[in-house]
Each structure stands twice: as C-alpha cells, then as structure tokens.
C-alpha cells in the first residue's frame, strides 16, 4: 500500500513564482529521490538525497532530506512554464534492493 | 549522455494474448527494474535483476515473468493479458544493486483491447 504522502496534489502558479512540495512518511527512508514526469514519458531524476539533514540544490531545484528520515521537501525558484509536469518523491530503504516507493505525485501548472 | 531504452514505445494487443517488452540499462549499468504506471497513478514495483538475478520482487502478477541477459538487458513477458494490464511499463536501471538511484526509460505504453 501507499507509504508516503505527497502534498500538495496540485499546484496552479505564475510564472516567476516560487513552488514548494513535500513528503512524508511513517516509516524511515535512507534515500529520497525527486523525478518529474511530462505526460507520456518516463520519469526524469531530478535530484537524488543520501543522507538526513542533507540539502542539494540543481539549479533552480533545491531539495532537503529530512532530520527523522521520514520527510523531503522540494523547492522550485522562479518558476518558468517548462516546469509544468508532475513532481514525484520517491523512497528507498537500504533493505530493500530494488524497490522505490513512490509518492502520489504533485500536478505542477504554470500560467505564463 | 546514453539512457535507458525501451522498445516498443507503444503496444497494442488483445485480451489472452502475450507481450514482450524490452529494456536496455544504460551502459555500464548492471540492474534494472520493471515498474507499472496506471493511468493518474504513481509507479509501481515489478520486479528487479541484479547480475542477471532476480533481486527484489513487487506486485508483480504471476502471469507475468521477467529475465535479464549476460548483456544486462532485460525482458518482461507478459501472457494472458488483461484489460486491466494496460498501462505504461518503465524500466530503470542503476549501478549496483542497491538501487539508491534509479534512471527511468521512455516508458511502454501497453493497450489491451
């Protein structure tokens, strides 16, 4: 069953607007990952945590693993209309060697 | 940089009948995994291979079986289809078996009519 919540659902900003979307979860993850999906397509790795307290930023991306294990945010800065698409989180536990649990995801839409 | 690849992009096949789709890790990449997206849903866990075995094992029905080659690609065979296995099907792929960072493929967007 679902293990992580992911909120919010859905997002409708303006371009240059800064978005923010997180996860959380009962249970502890040692890896979280942050993909975005464009209809049809696969998902593409966005950024990739390792370790808790961890804060990595990819351009305009920024993203923290959180202190308990159980929470990632991701952050988008001045939003452009090519960041339309849907956000997942995605954990993994080191006991676990291939699967990733994955969020609900967040509709992200950009009105320019 | 080379990604995974999957073929085909699109499939379209009746119920009962049998698929095969096919994932190539990216280069150097020695796991891959099978995942299921519905429609509106998250992905879902299949099923992995590391060196060519099996190593982990999701939701995947029994009508399904799945194998990787001595060159790390990867099949999913899938038989007596039903209508409720359309979806897309992705595969990743990772190095080592640990499968912290996975990198998706384009995705097979199977349709059973």
């Known amino acids: 069953g679902q293990q992580l919540n992911q909120s919010p659902q859905s997002m409708f900003i303006q371009e240059g607007e800064d978005v923010s979307m997180n996860c959380t979860s009962s249970?502890?993850?040692?890896?979280w990952l942050w993909y975005k999906q464009d209809p049809g397509e696969g998902p593409v790795l966005l950024i990739a945590l390792y370790k808790a307290g961890e804060l990595t930023s990819n351009g305009r991306l920024t993203a923290q693993f959180g202190i308990t294990r159980k929470d990632s945010f991701l952050n988008i800065s001045a939003s452009i209309p090519s960041d339309v698409g849907i956000y997942f989180c995605a954990g993994h536990r080191s006991t676990s060697y291939g699967k990733l649990t994955f969020g609900q995801g967040t509709i992200l839409t950009v009105h320019p | 940089a080379a990604g995974v690849i999957q073929s085909p992009r699109h499939l379209i096949k009746e119920k009962r009948e049998t698929a095969t789709l096919k994932c190539y890790p990216i280069p150097r990449h020695d796991t891959v995994y099978w995942y299921q997206q519905g429609p509106g849903q998250d992905p879902q866990f299949l099923i992995s291979f590391y060196e060519k075995m099996q190593s982990d094992k999701g939701s995947i029905p029994d009508r399904f079986s799945a194998q990787q080659f001595s060159d790390y690609h990867s099949e999913l065979n899938m038989s007596s289809l039903e209508l409720g296995d359309s979806a897309l099907y992705f595969c990743a792929s990772s190095l080592g078996a640990s499968g912290e960072t996975q990198y998706f493929g384009p995705g097979t967007r199977l349709l059973v009519l």
């Open positions: 249970s502890i993850f040692n890896t």
